[in-house]
Each structure stands twice: as structure tokens, then as C-alpha cells.
């Protein structure tokens, strides 16, 4: 690997920056305590010349070096658009800052190369809309730019040259207009025909002689996520059970990538990678929230492996605040961060199929959105989603296709936005005439 000619093999991550090289995180990284101006002056760092001793002192240099951070921070925060956030705490910014905070930081280091990972991910379309505009405004700046990124409009708005990969070929390299039609990328990015990786065929359940589903067909394409809506009552959580093997089945069946594990105990389906974040949560409220996120890898043969330290690596970086907890017993943490460890803890079990009943009920707005924006992040990542939620407004501008269930019967379906926009529904479920 080469950076205008000079090999980057063996070199430490310090030196690849000095070189001209800077990156935004698919998962953000920012210092959370420090303030949006200060985040930025810490990019600055790696173009400062004044030597340690010269700092501790105080010594002139150092000092016109610090105005002049502080101008080019203030200027880089004033061109992704936060200036009026610069004195506030990292952690308390908007999501979408934070991604803009974390561009303005690796623009301070003055690359040559920007490297953006998945900049849209947890993004919705309004911000996508803004993610491509900055974008651009960086390009007219001078800078060259590398963006890894799945959504393809965001990627087609703000690109010169694509190269697609798909599990680890190149499957593509071209002009946007080639790819577009290039037969390779529309087969990996549209589909082609496919079983469904789970199906729900004719689902009829009962609790002694009250039916709570009566032929409920249901299907979830790999790397969809997919809604189950409707009101209480309507049958939504009884489907996760008999998904998950918790209820058994009166009538039909369900199938798991070409399988049909009907008659498969609840504990072999999370062996075959189908696990649940049940409603009320389920933390064990004497563990702790590493013990309780052990818990979900009991099923787990490489518990001792590299491979289980990086699963618990990744969980705490999608929740930071569970690493600060991580010896917290589960029963003294908040609503949001117990709702944080029940995901965390299905995620450990490597799933192909989660799970989620109900993760928004009783959290507060701000951690109903940054549990939304996660649960996008997991699905970008390669995670299949099944998502229970009341809040339908929520969960159909977040889901590929949606289902409603009222009482104990699909009425509708289609894709998150046909029935965001359907009036039916939005009368029904959006509170909207």
C-alpha cells in the first residue's frame, strides 16, 4: 500500500496521519468530555512542531501555535456547520453533529487523503440529503476523498470513481454510470431471486382456547430489517415467541434458511444464529453488565478466543456507556443502558437473524433515537432485524418492509415507506388524519 509513492506497510498509526492520511469511524469516536471546539484542536496536534519541553514551558512558539488551532478549529467547525456547538461537550451533541464533529477533526490534521467509513450509517434520508452536500463542499476544497459506504444514492451523489466489493472481491471498478448498470453490482445490491433466510408460513397459535395468531405468513429477506407492527394485544410479541421457539405452534410452520425448525427447541435456534432482546429487556440483575453480556455467548464454543474478545470489543463500541459499566450490576442501570445490555447481550451470541421486541418502551426521546440509530448500524453492518415496535412512526422510516397485525392477523403489508405513507395507517398507528 502506497501514499504518493512512500509504502505505509509497518508503520504506526501516528505516522500514516503525519503522512496525510485521516478517517472518520464506521462506529463514531469522539472524546466525549472534551468540547466540539476542543475534539478539533486535538486533530491539529499532528501538524504542531513545538517540541514537549516547549509546551510544558509555555514557550512562544507554543503559544502562536495554540491561536492559530483555535482559529483553524473554530473555521473547520464553522464549515461542517456546528460552530454554535463549539463549547458543548461531545457527548451531548445530536447524533448527526457528532458525525460532522468527528469530518472537522480529521479535516484539522490537513490530509491528502480523507477517509470517510460509512459516514451516512444511522442516518435518515434529510441527513443523507446533508451528509452529500458537505461531501461535496469538501471535494470543491481541494481534498481527495475515499468513501466506504453501502447506501449507493449516497455513494453515486459524490463520487468520481467506485470500485464495489462483495465478500472480499473486487466484483466492479468504474465510472457511477458503469456501475449502475454493471450486471455484477445490480445482482449484489438489488437481489436476485432468493429463498427468504426466515419464514413465518400459516402461524396459527393459541393459549389454551383463545387464539392469539391466526395464519400469520411472514417473511425476512438476509440483511433486511423488517417491522412487525399494530396495538397491544395485536399479536406481535407472541409472533417473536414462535419465531424464537418460546411458544409452540398450533398450526404451520417457520423456516430458517431453507430448514424448518418448527419443532426445534428454543436453545438450537439461537445455535443456528436466531436470538432475541425480549420485551422487558431480561437483564439478570445480580450480574453485571460483562456478566450478563457473557451470558448471551453461553451457546458459544470459543469463549476464550480472539474472536469472543472482539464480538465484547464491538458490543462496547456500539454502547460506550456499557465499557464505563461494565462492572455495574445490570439491576442499578437506567431503562436506556439495561435496553443497551439485553442487544448487547443477543449480539454476543452472533446472530443472523435478531430479534427486538419492543426496544424503545419507556426510554426517554433522546435514547429512543441513538437506540434507532444503533439498531440501523447493526443492520448495516450484516445483521438481519425482526423488529416489534409501537412506535410505528420509528420503526417504518427505519425498516426495508413492514407488516400489521391486528388481532392475531396481518392486514397490510409492503415496504416502511408505502405504509408510513398509507393513511390507513397513519390514522391507525401515527395518530395522523
Not at 108 to 123: H, I, V, W
Not at 160 to 179: C, N, S, T
Not at 240 to 265: C, K, Q
Request: aromatic share 6%.
Amino acid at each position: 500500500m502506497l501514499l504518493e509513492g512512500r509504502s505505509l506497510a509497518r508503520r504506526q498509526r501516528f505516522e500514516i496521519t503525519q503522512l496525510g492520511i485521516a478517517r472518520t469511524f464506521q462506529n463514531i469516536r469522539l472524546f466525549g468530555e472534551m468540547t466540539a471546539l476542543e475534539n478539533v484542536m486535538v486533530g491539529t496536534d499532528a501538524r504542531h512542531r513545538t517540541s514537549v519541553p516547549g509546551a510544558l514551558f509555555r514557550m512562544p512558539r507554543h503559544y502562536a501555535e495554540e491561536r492559530a488551532a483555535t482559529e483553524k478549529s473554530m473555521a473547520l467547525l464553522e464549515f461542517v456547520g456546528i460552530a454554535d456547538r463549539a463549547a458543548d461537550k461531545a457527548r451531548n451533541l445530536p447524533y448527526g453533529y457528532q458525525r460532522r464533529l468527528e469530518i472537522a477533526r480529521a479535516l484539522s490534521t490537513e490530509p491528502k487523503l480523507l477517509c470517510l467509513d460509512e459516514p451516512a450509517a444511522g442516518f435518515n434520508p434529510a441527513e443523507k440529503d446533508e451528509l452529500v452536500a458537505l461531501i461535496r463542499k469538501i471535494r470543491e476544497d481541494g481534498y481527495t476523498v475515499l468513501v466506504i459506504e453501502h447506501d449507493m444514492r449516497v455513494v453515486m451523489g459524490v463520487t468520481d470513481r467506485i470500485v464495489v466489493l462483495e465478500f472480499g472481491r473486487k466484483i466492479a471498478d468504474g465510472e457511477p454510470e458503469a456501475i449502475r448498470e454493471d450486471p455484477a453490482v445490480v445482482a449484489a445490491y438489488l437481489g436476485v431471486p432468493t429463498m427468504a433466510l426466515l419464514e413465518l408460513d400459516g402461524v396459527a397459535v393459541h393459549y389454551g382456547r383463545i387464539q392469539a395468531l391466526a395464519g400469520v405468513s411472514v417473511s425476512v429477506e438476509a440483511g433486511e430489517i423488517v417491522a412487525l407492527i399494530g396495538a397491544n394485544g395485536a399479536g406481535k410479541t407472541t409472533t417473536m415467541r414462535a419465531v424464537s421457539g418460546l411458544r409452540p405452534l398450533s398450526e404451520g410452520r417457520v423456516v430458517f434458511d431453507g430448514e424448518d425448525i418448527t419443532r426445534l427447541r428454543a436453545d438450537l435456534r439461537v445455535r443456528r444464529g436466531i436470538c432475541q432482546a425480549p420485551e422487558g429487556r431480561g437483564v439478570f440483575p445480580g450480574l453485571t453488565v460483562l456478566e450478563n453480556l457473557d451470558m448471551g455467548a453461553y451457546t458459544r464454543k470459543d469463549r476464550r478466543s480472539a474472536a469472543y474478545r472482539d464480538d465484547l470489543d464491538h458490543v462496547f463500541e456500539l454502547f460506550p456507556r456499557l465499557a464505563e459499566r461494565r462492572d455495574q450490576a445490570g439491576g442499578t442501570l437506567s431503562g436506556g443502558e439495561q435496553q443497551m445490555v439485553a442487544i448487547g447481550r443477543a449480539l454476543m451470541a452472533r446472530p443472523r437473524v435478531l430479534l427486538l421486541d419492543e426496544p424503545s418502551m419507556g426510554l426517554a426521546p433522546q435514547i429512543i433515537q441513538q437506540i434507532f440509530r444503533i439498531i440501523s448500524s447493526i443492520n448495516e453492518q450484516g445483521t438481519t432485524v425482526l423488529l416489534v415496535e409501537q412506535n410505528a412512526s420509528q420503526a417504518l422510516a427505519l425498516a426495508h418492509r413492514a407488516y400489521v397485525l391486528e388481532t392475531g392477523r396481518v392486514v397490510q403489508h409492503g415496504t416502511g415507506r408505502q405504509l408510513l405513507d398509507d393513511p390507513s395507517v397513519r390514522n391507525a398507528y401515527l395518530g395522523v388524519a
